[in-house]
């Protein structure tokens, strides 16, 4: 399967991060993606309208260490040169890295491990936990979609994203962006490079 390549500049325009040589202010990340509640029933899956995962990617090697989900050249290019790392590999809801600038500009990742439903949890969820639930084109092949308390273009500040890795697994991903930035077009095309990333990563090492 080809493996999608995107340009680092690409994400750093989306994100707006910054640091001391290019001005403006940084946002940090509000908090790490939704996690799924713990009574979740496991049903079939994928479930009704879930997309099917045609070749899973084996994720241990992320799980027990979560930021190396990006690598530290990636984190540079998204967020800047200052950037903090929070790494909660034993977290409840399944191993947890979060990645946030001095402002507000941040990327979140968590492995949930919850349920084992992967992006059927999500779909599931709509008009429940999460009143927004939209698919979105898939990358490199692998089904993606956003969800939250509100359609994501509202703000334009936040987007948190899942993207299906097998049918019972999928990695949760979220985007905030910095001041500046809010409000100027989509937050989830950001979200959609990191995933982007992140899914590159995941193949490389599995």
């Keep these: 399967m080809r493996r999608v390549i995107i340009p680092m500049s690409a994400a750093l325009v989306l994100l707006g991060a910054c640091d001391s040589t290019n001005g403006g202010t940084p946002v940090p990340v509000s908090?790490?993606?939704?996690a799924p509640s713990a009574s979740s029933p496991v049903?079939?899956?994928?479930?009704?309208?879930?997309?099917?995962?045609?070749d899973p990617i084996d994720l241990?090697?992320?799980?027990h260490a979560?930021?190396?989900?990006?690598?530290?050249?990636?984190?540079?290019?998204?967020?800047?040169s200052e950037v903090e790392?929070?790494?909660?590999?034993?977290?409840?809801?399944?191993?947890?890295?979060?990645?946030e600038a001095p402002g507000r500009a941040g990327v979140g990742i968590i492995?949930?491990?919850?349920?084992?439903?992967?992006?059927?949890?999500?779909?599931?969820?709509?008009?429940?936990?999460?009143?927004?639930?939209?698919?979105?084109?898939?990358?490199?092949?692998y089904p993606l979609a956003a969800y939250g308390p509100e359609d994501p273009?509202?703000?334009g500040e936040q987007c948190m994203v899942a993207?299906?890795?097998?049918?019972?697994?999928?990695?949760?991903?979220?985007?905030?962006?910095?001041?500046?930035?809010?409000?100027?077009?989509?937050?989830?095309e950001a979200a959609r490079q990191v995933t982007a990333m992140v899914l590159g990563n995941a193949k490389a090492g599995s």
């Design 31 to 34: 908090s790490a993606p939704s």
């Design 85 to 99: 790392t929070k790494p909660e590999p034993d977290a409840y809801v399944g191993p947890v890295c979060n990645w």
């Design 163 to 188: 993207v299906g890795t097998s049918d019972t697994q999928a990695i949760d991903i979220s985007v905030d962006r910095s001041e500046k930035n809010i409000g100027k077009g989509d937050p989830c």
């Design 60 to 63: 241990a090697r992320l799980e």
């Design 111 to 141: 492995f949930g491990k919850l349920d084992k439903r992967g992006l059927t949890r999500v779909y599931a969820e709509k008009g429940k936990a999460y009143a927004f639930v939209e698919p979105l084109e898939p990358v490199d092949g």
């Design 43 to 54: 049903g079939e899956v994928p479930g009704p309208g879930v997309p099917k995962v045609a």
């Design 66 to 80: 979560p930021c190396d989900s990006l690598t530290p050249a990636q984190v540079a290019g998204l967020l800047g």
């Design 153 to 155: 273009k509202i703000k």
